[in-house]
C-alpha cells in the first residue's frame, strides 16, 4: 500500500456538500460531537456537515430517490474523512488511555483489539472522498429502522451477515444494502453501515482538507 505522503492532497475541487445533492438527507456527523468512540470532536471535523465526491453524491442522490418512493430517508454519519481525523484515531489507539466511551461502542473488547480486528484502519477508505456511513431513517415512525445494532458498536452484531438479531432488524440491514449495491456502492463484512463507491474517482488518493463548506468554497 502507498504512503499518505506520496498519495495526500488538500485540493477539494472534486468534492461537493451531500446536502447540494440530497437534499432530504439527514446528518449526525458523530465525529463532529462528543458521541463517538473516543469521546471528544475529531480531528479535521470544523462542521457537521457531510462531504463526498461528485460521484458518490450523485450515487447517493438515486439511493436517497429509490427510498423516499418507499418512505424512507438516508441518515448519514460520516462521509469524507481527513487524514488528519485517522491519525487522531491511531494516537488515540496508541497513546491515550481514556477508555471511558468503552460501555458505548466497544463494551465487549479491549482497546487495542479495535486495531487488530480491523475496525480502526490506519488507511481509511473515508479519506478518498467516496465512502459513506449511513442508514435508514423511517418518516411515518419518525425514527431509524432497527438495524440490530447501532452506528459504529464494534462487534460481531455489527456484521451484515450477523443474524442473531430479529428477521425484521435483518431485513432492515438487507433493505440498505441492497439499495446501495444496485446504484454502485460496495459494502464491508463487519460494518452493516460502511460503503464504498465501487468507482470511486481517487481510489490512490488520500485527503487532507477539513470536513467544512467555508473550505470548499475557497
Known amino acids: 500500500m502507498k504512503s499518505y505522503r506520496s498519495n495526500m492532497t ?9 446536502a447540494d ?25 470544523e462542521e457537521p456537515c457531510a462531504v463526498l465526491t461528485k460521484e458518490a453524491a450523485r450515487a447517493l ?6 427510498m423516499m ?8 454519519f460520516d462521509a469524507y474523512r481527513p487524514v488528519c481525523a485517522v491519525k487522531h484515531f491511531m494516537l488515540w489507539g496508541i497513546e491515550d488511555q481514556d477508555i471511558r466511551m468503552k460501555p458505548y461502542f466497544y463494551p465487549d473488547l479491549q482497546k487495542q483489539e479495535l486495531f487488530e480486528k480491523g475496525y480502526i484502519a490506519k488507511q481509511s477508505s473515508h479519506s478518498r472522498g467516496s ?22 458498536l464494534f462487534s460481531e452484531a455489527s456484521h451484515p451477515d450477523y443474524r442473531r438479531i430479529t428477521e425484521q432488524q435483518y431485513n432492515n440491514r438487507m433493505i440498505l444494502r441492497n439499495a446501495m449495491l444496485r446504484n454502485g456502492f460496495l459494502p464491508i463484512d463487519c460494518e452493516w453501515w460502511h460503503f ?3 468507482d470511486e474517482p ?4 488520500y485527503f487532507e482538507f477539513p470536513v467544512s463548506s467555508e473550505y470548499l468554497r475557497k
Open 10 to 18: 488538500q485540493n477539494p475541487s472534486g468534492f461537493v456538500l451531500l
Open 21 to 45: 445533492y440530497v437534499p432530504n438527507i439527514i446528518q449526525e456527523i458523530r465525529y463532529y460531537s462528543t458521541y463517538n468512540f473516543i469521546g471528544d470532536r475529531i480531528d479535521g471535523y
Open 61 to 66: 442522490k438515486s439511493v436517497s430517490s429509490e
Open 69 to 76: 418512493v418507499r418512505g424512507l430517508r438516508l441518515k448519514v
Open 131 to 152: 465512502t459513506v456511513d449511513l442508514t435508514l431513517f423511517d418518516m411515518a415512525c419518525g425514527k431509524e429502522l432497527d438495524m440490530g445494532s447501532p452506528f459504529d
Open 196 to 198: 464504498t463507491l465501487e
Open 202 to 205: 481517487y481510489p490512490d488518493t
